[in-house]
């Protein structure tokens, strides 16, 4: 899965789809995760790398992400 190569991205959070017009904002999570993704990092990294640095539940977080990676191809910021 990756982060298509258009999206502007800050580290705050602002998310911009030139091809759509569309902006959107998100959380720090949100925000770490889109860099996680623009670095090529898969789906397991991400949930690895999260639940060690937060200590949140691995099933929840799975889930959250399941639903955020969701979202984030409905608004075509995802390959």
Known sequence: MKLRKNIASSEEGFIFNPGTGD????NPIGAEIISMLRDDNG?????????EKYDVDKVQFEKDLDDYVSQLKEASILE
């Not at 902006?23 to 998100?26: E, G, I, P, R, W």
């Open 43 to 51: 789906l397991q990294a991400i949930i690895d790398h999260m639940c």
């Open 23 to 26: 902006s959107f904002s998100t």
